[in-house]
């Protein structure tokens, strides 16, 4: 068996989204062999949606179970990992799954927009759903929807109109993701580990598939 880690590993002064209440990652050493005889790490000013992270509907719906409510089974799944190839910005529709069901099997999204982690296009310009894609993911309903893009609705548009829809029905998403390319075509076990932190809608999190 084969275990991939998809996670963004996090580094400091990593600043994806450029704006006044996303703070850039600080990830500092305290301490020091030499100093103290030991050696410990501070991780502070940092969005939880600035590396890997899941979430929950709690993100857009006040009455929806936020993260550390979401019964552990629901972040351990089978998974089904597509590749789409954007279109401008806008990822197409792809053909039927085989063996995919709904509301219990994850889908994750290979674009290739790995390759501009932590450029400064990586989140103005990432790649997004169209009209087709989202229409498709809707009647498909994955229990958890991932992908090596930053955004699923256009990055400029504050509504979200699909992950509104796509939150509604209870779904978690998981992004962004590196490391898909080997995994096309084929169908793994995942695991998204989320820190379980108390009422929050998002957190950062490891994940693996194998």
Known sequence: MQVHDLTV?????VDWYGEADCPPVHLRQVGGL??????????SLMVL???TYAETAAHLYPDA???????PERLLTRAHVISLAPEGQELPAPDDLPGFVPERDAILIHSGWESHLHLPDYY???PHFSPALQEWLLQHRPAILGGDMLS???PQDAAMPFLREYF???????????GL???VGRQVTLCVAPLRLHGASAAPCRVLAW
């Open 9 to 13: 590993p996090i580094v400091d002064g």
């Open 34 to 43: 030499d100093e103290c005889g030991w050696v410990s790490h501070q991780l």
């Open 49 to 51: 949606n600035g590396t």
């Open 65 to 71: 179970p936020t993260l550390d409510q979401l019964p």
């Open 124 to 126: 103005s310009a990432s």
């Open 152 to 154: 699923f609705d256009h």
């Open 168 to 178: 509604r029905t209870g779904g978690v998403i998981v992004c962004p993701l590196v």
């Open 181 to 183: 390319q080997p995994l």
